[in-house]
C-alpha cells in the first residue's frame, strides 16, 4: 500500500500537465481576438470618406465649380460619399463627416451658430470661395451701417434680420484649409480632395496673377497699356483670365502670400488715380481680406483728410 506522501506527488503531477495547456489555450485566443480586432480596424479604415457640403450668404458659384467637374467627379464619388450635398442630391446621411465644403459667409445669428454645430461634425474643415475666406461682395456693408442699406434696399425692413457684418468663416471657428477664388478654381478643389485620400499636402500655387500671364503670354496690360490691375497681388488660380481679353485683374482670388498692396498703390497713384479710384479697386470681391481691407482703409483716410482740406480752404 502506497504512503500518503507518494499518493500526493502522484496528484500534483497529474494537475501540473494541463497548467502549460491552458496558457496555449489563452494565448491562443488573445491572439484570436487581435487579428478580430484588426480585421475589424482595417473594415473601418477602407470604409469611404464622407463629403458634405454647406452653404451659407453666397451665390452658390462655388458649389456650381464642383458639379462642373463633370468626368473627374465621377471619378470622386467612387472615393468618397457624399452624404450631404443639396445642390446635387436631395439623399443626406448623418454625420460626422470626414471632409466639409463651406461655400459662403456669416451674416446672420443663426449661420453663426449653425457653423459651430458644422464644425463639431467635421474632421476637416475646407472653406472654399471669397465669401467663406474674406466675406464676399456682401462684406463691403462692413465700411458702412448695414442699417442704411436695409432701408433703402428692402420694402419692409422690419423684417430684416441681420448681423452688422459680413465675416468669413475664420472668424467664427477653426478652418483647416482656404480656397479662395469668386468662384473657386475646380482643379484646386480636386487637388485638395486628391490629397486627403492620398494623405499628403494639398499642392496648389501661391504666385500672383503676374505669373500665369507669363505663362499664358499675355502681355502686361499695366505696362502696355497702362490699366490699373490687382495681378502683382493676388492669388493665382484664374489663369489670368482677364488680363487675356486686355482687362486689368479684379482680385477675385483675393491677395497672394505676403502681397506688396502699399507698392502697387504707388504705381496707381503714379498713372493718374486718385485716393477714391485706389480704394474703389481693392474693394471688390475680397474687400475684407486683412491686404485689401488695410490698403483701401488707408487711402479712404487720405481721400476724407484731403476733403476736409479742400473745405477749409
Known amino acids: ?157 422690419h423684417y430684416i434680420d441681420t448681423l452688422d457684418k459680413s465675416t468669413p468663416i475664420a472668424s467664427h471657428v477653426r478652418v483647416d484649409y482656404e480656397l479662395r477664388g469668386c468662384p473657386i478654381n475646380k482643379r484646386q478643389l480636386l487637388e485638395i480632395i486628391s490629397a486627403y485620400l492620398s494623405e499628403r499636402k494639398p499642392n496648389t500655387p501661391s504666385h500672383s496673377v503676374c505669373i500665369e500671364c507669363k505663362r499664358r503670354g499675355t502681355i502686361c496690360v499695366m505696362v502696355a497699356k497702362g490699366l490699373p490691375c490687382l495681378g502683382p497681388v493676388t492669388h493665382a488660380g484664374c489663369n489670368a483670365i482677364c488680363p487675356s481679353y486686355c482687362r486689368g485683374c479684379y482680385g477675385c482670388y483675393g491677395p497672394k502670400e505676403t502681397p506688396n498692396t502699399s507698392s502697387l498703390s504707388e504705381k496707381f497713384s503714379d498713372s493718374g488715380l486718385n485716393n477714391d479710384s485706389i480704394m474703389r479697386m481693392f474693394r471688390t470681391f475680397n474687400a475684407c481680406a486683412e491686404p485689401f481691407r488695410k490698403e483701401s482703409e488707408a487711402h479712404e483716410i487720405e481721400e476724407a483728410g484731403s476733403k476736409k482740406s479742400e473745405i477749409k480752404i
Open 1 to 157: 500500500m502506497p504512503d500518503l506522501q507518494s499518493v500526493r506527488q502522484q496528484t500534483c503531477s497529474d494537475y501540473l500537465l494541463p497548467i502549460p495547456l491552458c496558457f496555449v489555450f489563452l494565448f491562443i485566443r488573445a491572439c484570436s481576438r487581435k487579428f478580430a480586432a484588426k480585421i475589424i480596424m482595417n473594415m473601418t479604415i477602407k470604409r469611404k470618406p464622407k463629403l458634405a457640403v454647406w452653404k451659407f450668404a453666397s451665390c452658390d458659384g462655388c458649389q456650381l465649380s464642383l458639379l462642373n467637374c463633370e468626368d473627374e467627379l465621377l471619378t470622386v464619388v467612387n472615393k468618397i460619399d457624399i452624404a450631404y450635398f443639396l445642390e446635387a442630391s436631395r439623399n443626406v446621411l448623418r454625420g460626422p463627416y470626414d471632409i466639409s465644403l463651406v461655400e459662403g459667409s456669416i451674416t446672420t445669428q443663426h449661420d453663426a451658430e449653425r457653423i459651430q454645430k458644422i464644425r463639431k461634425s467635421s474632421k476637416l474643415l475646407i472653406t472654399i470661395g471669397a465669401c467663406a475666406t474674406a466675406g464676399g461682395i456682401q462684406a463691403l456693408r462692413n465700411f458702412k451701417d448695414v442699417k442704411e442699406y436695409v432701408s433703402l434696399v428692402y420694402a419692409k425692413p
